[in-house]
């Protein structure tokens, strides 16, 4: 089978590793710690894996997919042979340089290069080393093994042909890629994530709802109907004749709301101390772990979910 | 059993006696367009009560929930002897004013009056008759039978006990109130909303990615998570140190995005009928009905999902 190799073994770098393995691809996973792939990374893919398996979520048996992951010593032996290179290694752009001069200097030439960078833009880091047009980024969700959205995003060396190619590879793993057809900071769902959290913090910090009002927007409102249909078919689906009947009665609101956002608003250290005392009220800091358990638990029941439906 | 009133029998208004009924209410349900009620009101509750039924969601028969839901000929016929009354006419404050002039007419003096408005401050309208202490908006997601989120929000004389009641009452109807501090345009449910679909159409109008990508990134990505936490608990689950933790690294990364965003973004007509025919290609005009079922069975799928996985 084809040979895919991880770079970084944190949590994206093992969740890559879960991907590529249940895909039916041999993983060569390296991480700069010594030892870390075999204590860790290796053991936290295989509860991934089981989380899986659980939820109907597998087709093979744990040990045969947790088989396919290698620990290699170096990044030359994890991207030997390699058909694909995913990069997960610390958010720091001259280590970033390094890593892939590193890759670049070892993986097959037709390898395709690929950084999990979301803070980064690729054009910063990902064009210093021969071929730089079969380098882009594959920007996953934490983690990519429960959560299929990817975004790739070429430099503006990149070739039409890498991107076509990571995104048929992103679409046989399983994964939802989508292709952005320029570089911005923060790519689209970050941007979109952070552009919502910015205006609860106005919300918030001006004292018109708290952050457990916040959350129960939308876990009770927006994101039953987000879940199933995004925010442009809940608009076109809102009326017989769709998006444009819905902008046409509902245009002077949108603008007005969005003109009234405010996304640059400066929230204090106090306001963010207050919020996280009454997060900490909800869910004590010695039990996120248990609730990191629950939450992928409800992500895998929300997926099959959706899978089941989807068949209907 | 009491009695609650639902004055206009829209899509609104008559998901609003499903929710009553169900809790029950004996409810008066009254249209300004006569013969309404008994042609497509509650014939539309019936479905709607068969669909929660056949999703696990109803504990009665439907027979018995529709029975309690009666056409009223009048204002005065619907509110007599209410306990509540919910409003849902038209968006106009000219028309609520004189519907609730003729409300506070008729109802008994100690019931809560409330209205569904999501664009009009209450203050606007909800204060211009005698005890405008027991009156206050109380804006549900369309539509309120599936959703369970309801924003409450007084007008400057609400009194705190109507409020209280009327967030006692949602509560036992089975609803998620949450309580507005002060009034703000939008309130907070399509604050959000609408802030997100503003940068979302800056970047679909300046060429980033396409509304088909923006949708994705939500049902594959963001509301995989935001369908169990909110935005405050992604970001507290994250790491071991809670909300402070996540601020602490990704503060500078929170404020660029922030202030990156273009909620003010000035969409052009042009932009909308390019977005509408995507989403044509992808729901044709003529399926929009057919997609609307899908989309109400979805969030039913996911509502009862989320009941199993709380009781875990």
């Not at 991480?31 to 659980?54: F, K, N, S």
């Not at 769709?242 to 949108?254: A, I, T």
Request: proline share 5%; hydrophobic share 45%.
């Amino acid at each position: 089978m084809s040979r895919v190799a991880c770079i970084g073994a944190g949590t994206v770098g093992r969740a890559w590793a879960v991907v590529f393995a249940r895909a039916g691809y041999d993983v060569g996973l390296f991480d700069a710690i010594e030892g870390e792939v075999e204590r860790t990374a290796i053991p936290g893919a295989r509860r991934t894996l089981e989380l899986l398996a659980e939820n109907g979520l597998l087709t093979e048996d744990v040990d045969t997919v947790v088989a396919r992951i290698k620990s290699a010593s170096s990044i030359a032996e994890a991207v030997t042979g390699a058909i694909f290179v995913q990069e997960s290694v610390r958010e720091d752009v001259a280590v970033k340089r390094e890593v892939f001069t590193e890759i670049a200097a070892h993986a097959p030439a037709e390898a395709i290069l690929a950084s999990s960078t979301s803070a980064i833009p690729g054009s910063e880091f990902l064009t210093g080393f021969p071929h730089p047009e079969r380098a882009l980024v594959v920007h996953p969700v934490n983690p990519p093994s429960l959560i299929p959205l990817v975004e790739l995003c070429g430099t503006g060396v990149t070739s039409p042909e890498t991107i076509a190619a990571a995104r048929q590879l992103m679409t046989d793993a399983g994964m939802r890629p989508i292709v952005l057809k320029k570089e911005i900071d923060g790519f689209i769902l970050n941007r979109l994530q952070f552009t919502l959290v910015a205006e609860a913090l106005h919300l918030v910090g001006e004292g018109y709802c708290t952050p457990e009002d916040i959350d129960a927007v939308l876990t009770d409102g927006l994101a039953l109907r987000w879940a199933s249909i995004g925010p442009f078919e809940v608009a076109h689906l809102n009326a017989p004749d769709g998006l444009q009947g819905f902008v046409d009665r509902l245009g002077p609101m949108m603008r007005q709301l969005g003109a009234a956002a405010r996304t640059d608003y400066n929230w204090t250290p106090e306001q963010i101390a207050s919020a996280h005392a009454e997060l900490s009220q909800r869910v004590p800091l010695d039990t996120i772990a248990e609730r990191q358990a629950w939450r992928d638990r409800q992500i895998l029941a929300l997926r099959q979910m959706k899978l089941r439906e989807q068949n209907v």
